[in-house]
């Protein structure tokens, strides 16, 4: 009787490892995958006002990844992805000032201030800082933005101001007064779990 106890309490403790073992595995790869966000739609557009011209951009091939334990955002936006409305505008814009076959991606890396659980439906003010690469130039950024979290997808909006200076971008002469010397820039991201390919 002794013995066929002990027994049980032997086979009860290994059963408690097994599973202790499965739900450190499976529950890590859940994890993993819910730790990590990336957009699958996106909108980023900047605009120029002066007293001459309007002149507005749109891009709907960037992207957007968020890695949740680390809190670090990366963005990259292809720079010949913008597109205007005035086709001839486009090409001096892209092909003139951004100079896209020399610097093909305007990119951020930074790192939220605070945690986020976007496993919760919540809205969240939040503050990215990093550094912002446009044109071939490095600048550390600040950015504040609004996140809404519902059924664990993030929509996330931001906006700013970019002097172009900064970047070193400059505006010839004939067309100097058309454009701003600070654009707007607008963004969205729509941001879903990332899930591994089997």
Same mark, same amino acid.
């Given at each position: 009787?002794?013995?066929?106890v002990? &027994? =049980?309490?032997?086979? =009860?403790?290994?059963?408690?490892?097994?599973?202790?073992?499965?739900?450190?595995?499976f529950?890590?790869?859940?994890?993993? &995958?819910?730790?990590?966000?990336?957009?699958?739609?996106?909108?980023?557009?900047? *605009?120029?006002t002066?007293?001459?011209?309007?002149i507005?951009?749109?891009?709907?091939?960037?992207?957007?990844?968020?890695?949740m334990?680390?809190?670090?955002?990366?963005?990259?936006? %292809?720079?010949?992805?913008?597109?205007?409305? *005035?086709?001839?505008?486009?090409?001096?814009?892209?092909?003139?000032?951004?100079? %896209?076959?020399?610097?093909?991606?305007?990119?951020?890396?930074? +790192?939220?201030?605070?945690?986020?659980?976007?496993?919760?439906d919540?809205?969240?003010?939040?503050?990215?800082?990093?550094?912002?690469?446009?044109?071939?130039i490095? =600048?550390?950024?600040?950015?504040?933005?609004?996140?809404?979290? +519902?059924?664990?997808?993030?929509?996330? &909006?931001?906006?700013?101001?970019?002097?172009?200076?900064?970047?070193?971008? +400059?505006?010839?002469?004939?067309?100097?007064? *058309?454009?701003?010397?600070?654009?707007?820039?607008?963004?969205?991201? =729509?941001?879903? %779990?990332?899930? +591994?390919?089997?």
């Open positions: 009787m002794y013995q066929m002990v &027994t =049980r309490l032997f086979l =009860r403790q290994i059963f408690s490892i097994i599973l202790g073992i499965a739900v450190m595995f529950g890590s790869t859940t994890a993993f &995958t819910q730790t990590v966000y990336v957009s699958d739609t996106s909108s980023v557009g900047f *605009n120029s002066t007293p001459i011209e309007f507005s951009a749109i891009n709907h091939a960037s992207t957007a990844m968020i890695e334990a680390a809190r670090t955002v990366k963005v990259q936006v %292809p720079v010949s992805a913008f597109q205007f409305e *005035n086709k001839l505008m486009q090409e001096h814009f892209v092909e003139g000032y951004l100079e %896209p076959k020399k610097f093909p991606y305007a990119t951020f890396r930074g +790192k939220l201030s605070d945690s986020l659980d976007f496993s919760v919540t809205i969240y003010i939040v503050e990215a800082t990093g550094m912002m690469n446009v044109h071939g490095d =600048r550390v950024h600040s950015f504040k933005g609004l996140m809404i979290c +519902k059924d664990s997808v993030v929509d996330l &909006t931001t906006d700013f101001s970019l002097l172009l200076s900064d970047y070193g971008i +400059k505006v010839p002469g004939p067309v100097f007064e *058309n454009i701003a010397k600070e654009v707007g820039v607008e963004v969205y991201f =729509r941001l879903i %779990p990332f899930k +591994k390919e089997d």
